[in-house]
C-alpha cells in the first residue's frame, strides 16, 4: 500500500514508500565502517520515523505485533548514519554503528552460516539448533502472551503469574539434576527442554529478552573485561 512520503524537519524524501498489506517494510541494516550485512528486520511507519530521527535504530516486531528499540534490552544499539530507500521503493538499507553484535545470538551478524548446494541440508538443520531454536520458542510464547488462546498451556501459565511460572522453573530444574544424579541420560534432554521452556516463560513474563541473555554470557568468556 503505498503512502505519503515521510518528512524529516521539512526535508521530504524524494519516492513513494510502499509498504505490504501489514503496514511493513524490510530494512536491512549494513556496517557504516565495512559495509557488512548485520540483519534484516521490518519497520512500519513509526519505526522508520523514529530510525530517520536517531539516533537508533528502530523496529517493528512481528512476533509481538509491537515497535522495537534495538538494543533497549541488550544494550546492542545500532545509531544510524544514512537511510536509503530502493528505487522501487519496497525496501530500506540502514547504515549503522553496531555498539556491540547485531545477532541475538551472540554473533557480529545474523547472517553468520554459510550455505553452498553441497551442504544446503545440513546447513538448514544447523540452522534450527541453538539460539535460532530459542528464539523461535520466545517468540511462540510472546504471542500467547501477547494472544493468549483458550487451552494453551503457555497461556494458563501466565494467567497463573509469575510465582507459579517460577514454581515451575525450581521443579523442572530439580527434575533435571534428579536425571543428571541418577545417571538417566535418556531423560536429561527431555527434562532440560522442560526446564528451557519454563525459564523462557517466566523470562516473557517478566520482560527479558533472550538477547540479554546471550550479552551476558559473551562478557563472561575469557579475555573479555
Avoid at 179 to 184: I, N
Wanted: aromatic share 6%; charged share 25%; with cysteine.
Amino acid at each position: 500500500m503505498p503512502v505519503p512520503a515521510l518528512e524529516l524537519e521539512g526535508n521530504k524524501m524524494a519516492a513513494t514508500l510502499t509498504f505490504d498489506d501489514r503496514g511493513l517494510i524490510p530494512a536491512i541494516v549494513q556496517d557504516a565502517g565495512d559495509g557488512r550485512v548485520l540483519t534484516l528486520a521490518y519497520m512500519d511507519a513509526e519505526a522508520l520515523r523514529l530510525t530517520l530521527e536517531g539516533p537508533t535504530v528502530w523496529f517493528y516486531s512481528r512476533s509481538r505485533q509491537e515497535l522495537w528499540h534495538k538494543g533497549e534490552t541488550s544494550g546492542n544499539y545500532l545509531k544510524v548514519r544514512s537511510v536509503s530507500l530502493d528505487c522501487d521503493g519496497d525496501a530500506i538499507v540502514v547504515k549503522a554503528e553496531p555498539a556491540g553484535p547485531a545477532c541475538h545470538t551472540g554473533e557480529t551478524s545474523c547472517f553468520h552460516t554459510d550455505l553452498d548446494s553441497s551442504g544446503l541440508a545440513g546447513a538448514q538443520s544447523v540452522e534450527r539448533i541453538g539460539p535460532g531454536e530459542i528464539a523461535q520458542l520466545f517468540a511462540v510464547i510472546e504471542d500467547r502472551k501477547a494472544n493468549p488462546t483458550e487451552g494453551s498451556y503457555t497461556a494458563e501459565l501466565f494467567k497463573d503469574g509469575v510465582d507459579r511460572i517460577a514454581q515451575k522453573v525450581v521443579e523442572e530444574a530439580g527434575e533435571t539434576a534428579i536425571a543428571g544424579v541418577r545417571g538417566q541420560h535418556e531423560r536429561i534432554a527431555s527434562e532440560v527442554a522442560d526446564m528451557l521452556y519454563h525459564t523462557l516463560v517466566m523470562m516473557s513474563a517478566t520482560d527479558v529478552a533472550p538477547d540479554a541473555v546471550w550479552t551476558e554470557l559473551r562478557s563472561r568468556r575469557p579475555g573479555r573485561a
